[in-house]
């Protein structure tokens, strides 16, 4: 948004003073501050010095709903009205073995809702869906408006990478955050995630909220906050958004690593796989249907009747995957095995996280590569009984020398017990 010089009236100490006092910052203050740090007339050092004030001192609702148009007004938004059926997004804030969109995007799409995805690469322990379906031979993640248009008319699900031109005051900012310990403020993370949502046009939204080790909010009490906020931004737009808060204290599945998750994500869209990954893909699934107002599918028969597969199939044809190709394999692994015989009471969400990041899997800096074969197999998950010496962990990766810091991550990360297990639930709370 481009403001006009009678618009211009604010400067940036003026702004940062104002949210230093806890005074709620007007329409006209956020509208300039954002335009302005977008084009470069407010410094990186004076948006540090307001983020921090955010962090410390939080926002009114009114004030987050503005903050979060003002980057919307940064870039373009995308439409969608004109496709032949209602479209369903889902986001989630990222966990460990998170590999849901990968059967949910073709699922829905099965059932008659388009889903128009527009991800990210992973930075950190949690690994990004297009670093995942880069493990495909072929896969491509760039695509234009127009081909990404195409492809969810004709397909019905696109899963790429999000153009510079959507909320570009976002990029900036959470770049700026990353490097200044103003990530965790919950009006700078709901604004930045709800601005991409809005801007990418999806009429309906599902946020999955991560709680728990794993998971960017570690308390159930943090994730409703974030999880109300985000809600509350999206009504205000006018897209249809509920919330999950979901367990992030273990991880998905029984893998964490790029191809590993396609190869799992795959043997769900063949009707079998891990049970809480059909569990959450379902409820997820059963939510963007709602959203989208389709109620007469089950999205259970849908995989069950492998139509499913069939759209995950056209969509990694459509973006010159080849869905029948071997998927990469690290050339070293290394086992554990089970200190002793009994229950695996805790598999920890960030230890098998870190190991995975540390094997290859994920990456420190955004210019680095990923191996797409690294990462962890877990041959347990918590409830189940484990014999001393067998394997409970696999580790995956190109690089040996890689094991002994992923394998110090894993210490103290799980326990196996001769004890009662109480599980925990997968879905924790519904918001919306
Ligand atoms: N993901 C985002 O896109 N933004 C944040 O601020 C945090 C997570």
């Known amino acids: 948004m481009?403001?006009?010089?009678?618009?211009?009236?604010?400067?940036?100490?003026?702004?940062?003073?104002?949210?230093?006092?806890?005074?709620?910052?007007s329409d006209s203050q956020i509208d300039w501050v954002i335009d302005a740090y977008t084009r470069g007339d407010v410094a990186d050092e004076q948006m540090s010095a307001l983020a921090m004030a955010i962090l410390l001192n939080g926002m009114e609702r009114r004030e987050i709903s503005r903050w979060t148009s003002a980057m919307i007004a940064s870039g373009e938004r995308m439409d969608f009205s004109g496709l032949s059926r209602p479209t369903?997004?889902?986001h989630?804030?990222?966990?460990?073995?998170?590999?849901?969109?990968?059967?949910?995007?073709?699922?829905?799409?099965?059932?008659?809702?388009?889903?128009?995805?527009?991800?990210?690469?992973?930075?950190g322990h949690t690994g990004g869906t297009l670093d995942k379906?880069?493990?495909i031979p072929g896969w491509r993640a760039a695509l234009s408006n127009d081909e990404m248009m195409a492809q969810l008319e004709s397909v019905g699900a696109v899963i790429c990478a999000a153009g510079d031109g959507l909320a570009p005051a976002d990029k900036k900012l959470y770049a700026l955050r990353d490097v200044t310990g103003t990530v965790e403020a919950i009006p700078l993370i709901a604004s930045s995630i709800m601005s991409k949502k809005i801007a990418e046009g999806?009429?309906?939204?599902?946020?999955?909220?991560?709680?728990?080790?794993?998971?960017?909010?570690?308390?159930?009490?943090?994730?409703?906050?974030?999880?109300?906020?985000?809600?509350?931004?999206?009504?205000?737009?006018?897209?249809?958004?509920?919330?999950?808060?979901?367990?992030?204290?273990?991880?998905?599945?029984?893998?964490?690593?790029?191809?590993?998750?396609?190869?799992?994500?795959?043997?769900?869209l063949?009707?079998?796989?891990?049970?809480?990954?059909?569990?959450?893909?379902?409820?997820?699934?059963?939510?963007?249907?709602?959203?989208?107002?389709?109620?007469?599918?089950?999205?259970?028969?849908?995989?069950?009747?492998?139509?499913a597969m069939d759209v995950w199939r056209e969509m990694v044809r459509a973006q010159d995957g080849d869905p029948d190709a071997a998927l990469p394999t690290a050339r070293e692994t290394?086992?554990?095995?089970?200190?002793?015989?009994?229950?695996?009471?805790?598999?920890?969400?960030?230890?098998?996280?870190?190991?995975?990041?540390?094997?290859?899997?994920?990456?420190?800096?955004?210019?680095?590569?990923?191996?797409?074969?690294?990462?962890?197999?877990?041959?347990?998950?918590?409830?189940?009984r484990v014999a001393e010496g067998a394997p409970l962990l696999t580790l995956h990766t190109d690089e040996p020398e890689r094991f002994e810091r992923a394998l110090a991550s894993l210490e103290g990360g799980y326990d196996v017990e001769e004890t009662a297990y109480t599980p925990r639930d997968l879905v924790i709370d519904r918001i919306g």
Do not use: Y
Request: with cysteine; net charge negative; glycine share 12%.
């Open 2 to 25: 481009r403001l006009s010089a009678q618009q211009a009236r604010h400067d940036a100490v003026e702004v940062i003073t104002a949210k230093r006092e806890r005074q709620e910052l």
């Open 88 to 90: 369903a997004d889902k």
């Open 92 to 123: 989630s804030t990222g966990g460990v073995g998170d590999k849901i969109t990968l059967p949910l995007a073709p699922l829905v799409a099965a059932c008659g809702v388009a889903v128009p995805q527009l991800s990210g690469r992973g930075l």
């Open 133 to 135: 379906l880069e493990s």
């Open 202 to 268: 999806t009429g309906a939204l599902v946020l999955d909220v991560k709680v728990g080790t794993g998971a960017f909010m570690k308390d159930v009490a943090r994730a409703r906050e974030l999880a109300d906020t985000m809600v509350a931004l999206g009504k205000d737009a006018g897209v249809h958004t509920v919330a999950l808060l979901t367990d992030m204290s273990t991880p998905l599945g029984l893998t964490a690593g790029n191809a590993l998750e396609v190869a799992e994500s795959v043997e769900v």
């Open 270 to 307: 063949a009707g079998g796989g891990p049970a809480d990954v059909v569990e959450l893909t379902l409820a997820l699934a059963r939510e963007m249907l709602l959203g989208a107002g389709v109620d007469d599918v089950d999205p259970a028969d849908r995989l069950a009747d492998g139509s």
């Open 334 to 384: 290394h086992v554990v095995t089970a200190p002793s015989s009994g229950v695996l009471t805790r598999l920890d969400a960030m230890a098998v996280g870190l190991a995975a990041w540390r094997l290859g899997a994920g990456r420190a800096r955004k210019e680095d590569p990923v191996q797409a074969g690294a990462g962890v197999v877990w041959h347990a998950r918590p409830g189940d």
